[in-house]
């Protein structure tokens, strides 16, 4: 149910404005090209390193190699440093959204999705190939921090849940598509076509992004309140009330809407909550930001260390042992399956709350990690299949389109954009130790699965501490509330 009782497929057919629409499609392609540069690499890994040769004569240009000779543990590097890239972009976007703006992040973020493609789809070495990855990197990065806010700041106060998931469900769209163009495309260095794509997609935000507005709420905090209010109302639409909205804020001088008060504006809005934004260290040495901190964190690492990225990355080589002649095509399946879960469930944290899809995720991806340890180690393709598919499954219910929804609502807005900024550092971490070891792991294991029981180790510790730690914040008006606190703004101010 929505608003009043009403709902939540009616509510949200009334809310979507086409403009809004478009400006949601717009932003939500940053985190579209996360998961495709994320992924990029998994169906055509043994033609791009060249352990297969390629099954025709075809090629783009004689000048460029057919691929690119290296091991196990120098893949792993050129895969991981995609990793570092987006561990950098996350730490800088946090502080440059909040002092220059959602827009102007974004715009500078998708520069980097143009640049980094040229080099990955041109080139002849390792060195030059992990340079693109590194530069797509922080485009990634840096978008899973600022498109997010942005997306919640402009989004329906009473959906926002279903809209948060958005951010995930572009994730799952960028992976599918690369993983259908690797299906088709890994052969030769036709593989360098799946790179340079992610080059096109980005020129394509860059455009569309000068149709996009700055976020209403980011202009009220920095003294343009009727700005923001004619941008919210064009977002919404004329018919919307606004000042439940606009109060929301906690920003002065925007929660009227008289033309008496417009000669009002040149006196400067300011934040009830805070006239600065609080920097990453700030944020984390104040101690009513730093349960917060902790929370997002931990959940940003379930999502990860429950191992997530080892289906995504290196799916089609850990499969093809075992199931040789369908792993693409299972992978693709995953894909598939991954976005088909993740939308039919947007809804879910607006009904039973976030904390509940987040340990209901866990629960099942510890359990689909027993299982796919078991179909590997003693070789039942078919049970290996079906956990592989309830692994993915689980993920899409809660790990994967929560965690980027709690920052903004675990924290006041002062300190949204340096939170987002530790969630993600915490993600790529993560991110980055899957990427990097969990090959070599998995190859110390004996190949057979068993480093999935690590994996469901994980699971059961961190989803024991998220139960414990973490508070539910669906409903709640403000981070006090979340946090069962007395209300402090007054006494900031």
């Known amino acids: 149910m929505a608003r009043g009782g009403e709902p939540l497929h ?24 996360f998961g495709y540069h994320l992924s990029e690499l998994n169906a055509p890994q043994d033609v791009i ?16 190699p057919r691929c690119i000779s290296m091991n196990t543990d120098q893949f792993a590097v050129v895969s991981s440093i995609f990793t570092l890239g987006g561990l950098l972009g996350a730490l800088v976007a946090g502080p440059c959204c909040n002092k220059y703006g959602r827009l102007l992040t974004m715009r500078l973020t998708t520069m980097f999705f143009v640049i980094g493609p040229i080099f990955e789809s041109l080139a002849p070495s390792i060195s030059v190939i992990s340079v693109g990855r590194f530069i797509s990197g922080i485009g990634a990065g840096s978008s899973l921090v600022v498109g997010p806010i942005y997306i919640s700041e402009v989004a329906p106060p009473k959906e926002k849940g279903f809209f948060g998931a958005l951010t995930q469900i572009m994730i799952n769209v960028g992976i599918l598509l690369t993983q259908v163009l690797g299906y088709f495309l890994s052969r030769d260095n036709l593989w360098r076509i799946i790179l340079g794509v992610g080059g096109c997609i980005g020129l394509a935000q860059l455009f569309g992004l000068f149709l996009v507005p700055e976020s209403p709420k980011w202009l009220a905090e920095h003294n343009h309140p009727q700005k923001a209010r004619d941008i919210l109302r064009r977002i919404r639409g004329r018919k919307e009330d606004l000042e439940d909205e606009i109060s929301a804020w906690n920003v002065d001088g925007v929660t009227e809407d008289t033309s008496e008060e417009e000669s009002l504006l040149g006196a400067p ?26 929370a997002v964190v931990a959940v940003m690492f379930a999502q990860q260390l429950t191992g997530i990225n080892s289906i995504i990355m290196y799916s089609v080589n850990l499969l093809s042992a075992l199931l040789p002649t369908t792993a693409a095509l299972l992978t693709v399946a995953i894909s598939a399956l991954n976005l088909i879960i993740t939308t039919l469930c947007a809804p879910l944290s607006d009904k039973i709350g976030r904390k509940p899809c987040i340990l209901l995720s866990i629960a099942g991806m510890g359990t689909s990690s027993i299982l796919l340890a078991l179909g590997m180690s003693y070789g039942v393709q078919i049970l290996a299949a079906i956990a592989t598919l309830m692994f993915v499954a689980s993920f899409a219910v809660g790990l994967g389109p929560v965690p980027f929804i709690l920052a903004n609502e675990l924290v006041g807005p002062e300190a949204v954009g340096a939170t987002q900024s530790w969630a993600l550092a915490a993600n790529w971490i993560a991110t980055f130790i899957v990427s990097q070891f969990f090959p070599i792991l998995n190859k110390a294991l004996g190949e057979k699965g068993r480093v999935y029981y690590v994996f469901a180790a994980i699971a059961a510790v961190l989803g024991g501490f998220i139960a414990w730690w973490v508070p539910e914040s669906k409903g709640k008006r403000g981070a006090d509330e979340v946090w069962g606190r007395k209300e402090t703004r007054d006494r900031v101010e």
């Open 49 to 64: 390193t060249c352990e297969k040769k390629s099954i025709s004569s075809s090629a783009l240009h004689p000048s460029l």
């Open 10 to 33: 009616r509510s949200l057919l009334r809310d979507m404005t086409p403009y809004l629409c478009s400006i949601l499609l717009i932003t939500a392609t940053g985190p579209l090209q």
């Open 269 to 294: 809005s300011r934040s009830k909550a805070s006239s600065e934004s609080v920097g990453i260290f700030g944020v984390i040495m104040n101690p009513n930001y730093r349960p917060a901190i902790i």
